[in-house]
């Protein structure tokens, strides 16, 4: 439990305070960061306001209370990083992820009005790596990248700087991209963007590259006249070495 006085400066004005509501400032709170759980809607005189954690307005649950004379009192799950607001609002600051979860206001008018509100806590994204389980693939067999991360909720993956052409495999989460049977034209840059809606990280590129050959050899005459010049060629990578035989005999390489 965190615990410790709170001071609240308190100022009031209005008359009813139905119809009021919380609105969370940012949107999408992120660890470390602060968030104002903003009091709505109020058209009267606050009287008093009181904040719990939890989703029932009972004492055991009871952050703190703050009456028009200026006085506060702190309940059992007080801790000092919430402060209140005269509206009736509530700031935390350096948010954990032990903050998640439901929150309670009862502002006190000429009646009661109690509104229940979740709050999010977003850890950002970090750790967007590429690996693989086969570093030096051979063409029609298979290859697996992993995009390693942590905390996101999304994950897109990229070639040259375009999305994935088709025909490839994604796992469920998007985190494995599979090539059941590679080719050479799966050489390229891929990169994983993994995102949440707090924040996002893409990937240093990874550049797959795909050994295949040497096929479509074929033999080239660069001179018809003597001396007679022969070429050897192939589609190859990494690039082949020749060796050359005349009727059956090896010349050399």
């Given at each position: 439990m965190r615990g410790y006085l709170l001071t609240v400066?308190?100022?009031?004005?209005?008359?009813?305070?139905?119809g009021i509501g919380v609105q969370l400032i940012p949107q999408y709170p992120v660890v470390n960061q602060s968030v104002t759980l903003s009091v709505t809607g109020v058209t009267g005189t606050i009287r008093e306001?009181?904040?719990?954690?939890?989703?029932?307005?009972?004492?055991?649950?009871?952050?703190?209370?703050?009456?028009?004379?200026?006085?506060?009192?702190?309940?059992?799950?007080?801790?000092?990083?919430?402060?209140?607001?005269?509206?009736?609002?509530?700031?935390?600051?350096?948010?954990?992820?032990?903050?998640?979860g439901n929150y309670v206001v009862q502002v006190q008018t000429g009646s009661v009005t109690q509104v229940t509100?979740?709050?999010?806590?977003?850890?950002?994204?970090?750790?967007?790596?590429?690996?693989?389980?086969?570093?030096?693939?051979?063409e029609n067999g298979k290859?697996?990248?992993?995009?390693?991360?942590?905390?996101?909720?999304?994950?897109?993956?990229?070639?040259?700087?375009?999305?994935?052409?088709?025909?490839l495999i994604l796992s469920a989460d998007n985190k494995t991209l599979t090539f059941s049977s590679v080719s050479r034209s799966d050489t390229g840059q891929y990169r994983c963007e993994a995102s949440n809606v707090a924040s996002k990280i893409i990937s240093d590129p990874y550049t797959l590259t795909v050994n295949y050959g040497p096929d479509n050899l074929k033999i080239i005459s660069m001179n018809a006249r003597k001396?007679?010049?022969?070429?050897?060629?192939?589609?190859?990578?990494?690039?082949?070495?020749?060796?050359?035989?005349?009727n059956g005999t090896i010349s050399g390489i």
């Amino acid at each position: 439990m965190r615990g410790y006085l709170l001071t609240v400066c308190l100022s009031v004005w209005m008359d009813s305070a139905h119809g009021i509501g919380v609105q969370l400032i940012p949107q999408y709170p992120v660890v470390n960061q602060s968030v104002t759980l903003s009091v709505t809607g109020v058209t009267g005189t606050i009287r008093e306001f009181t904040w719990y954690k939890g989703s029932v307005a009972a004492a055991p649950n009871q952050i703190f209370n703050v009456t028009p004379s200026l006085n506060s009192t702190n309940g059992t799950q007080y801790f000092p990083q919430a402060k209140g607001f005269r509206n009736g609002s509530l700031q935390i600051s350096g948010l954990v992820p032990s903050d998640r979860g439901n929150y309670v206001v009862q502002v006190q008018t000429g009646s009661v009005t109690q509104v229940t509100v979740f709050l999010p806590v977003y850890e950002p994204v970090t750790s967007s790596v590429i690996s693989t389980n086969n570093k030096e693939p051979q063409e029609n067999g298979k290859v697996t990248l992993t995009c390693s991360t942590n905390n996101a909720e999304k994950i897109l993956w990229g070639k040259n700087g375009v999305s994935l052409p088709p025909g490839l495999i994604l796992s469920a989460d998007n985190k494995t991209l599979t090539f059941s049977s590679v080719s050479r034209s799966d050489t390229g840059q891929y990169r994983c963007e993994a995102s949440n809606v707090a924040s996002k990280i893409i990937s240093d590129p990874y550049t797959l590259t795909v050994n295949y050959g040497p096929d479509n050899l074929k033999i080239i005459s660069m001179n018809a006249r003597k001396p007679l010049s022969l070429e050897c060629s192939s589609d190859s990578f990494p690039s082949p070495t020749y060796g050359w035989k005349i009727n059956g005999t090896i010349s050399g390489i």
